[in-house]
């Protein structure tokens, strides 16, 4: 099983910056991408950015040009650095990995628990 782990969510400005982070660990054969999507009160998750194991990043349109994912796969840890936040990106954001047990395993979705971040205005 693949365990990811988030850190870096918590309180800030509108306007300031936070950067989080999510680890990959467990038995892990390949990770194809990683990303970050985000869940606010009242609303159906959304993709926030997703990088694969090339390097291609999509974003959602909502954060383009303010947020930059990375990922450093000799760490299988991705990165979603916030800049600009503004109150409607408060939500709980999580990790997601589409990864492979083993060369025989098929890439199944893995998530963490869930960052709380808070933009107050």
């Known amino acids: 099983q693949v365990q990811l782990v988030e850190s870096g969510g918590g309180l800030v400005q509108a306007g300031g910056s936070l950067r989080l982070s999510c680890a990959a660990s467990?038995?892990?054969?390949?990770?194809?991408?990683m990303g970050w999507y985000r869940q606010a009160p009242g609303k159906q998750r959304e993709l926030v950015a997703v990088?694969?194991?090339?390097?291609?990043?999509n974003y959602g349109d909502s954060v383009k040009g303010r947020f930059t994912i990375s990922r450093d796969s000799a760490k299988n840890t991705v990165y979603l650095q916030m800049n600009s936040l503004k109150p409607e990106d408060t939500a709980v954001y999580y990790c997601?990995?589409?990864?492979?047990?083993?060369?025989?395993?098929?890439?199944?979705?893995?998530w963490g628990q869930g960052t709380q971040v808070t933009v107050s205005s």
């Open positions: 990088i694969t194991s090339g390097g291609s990043t």
């Open positions: 467990g038995s892990i054969f390949s990770i194809h991408a």
């Open positions: 997601n990995a589409a990864a492979a047990a083993s060369r025989y395993s098929a890439y199944s979705d893995y």
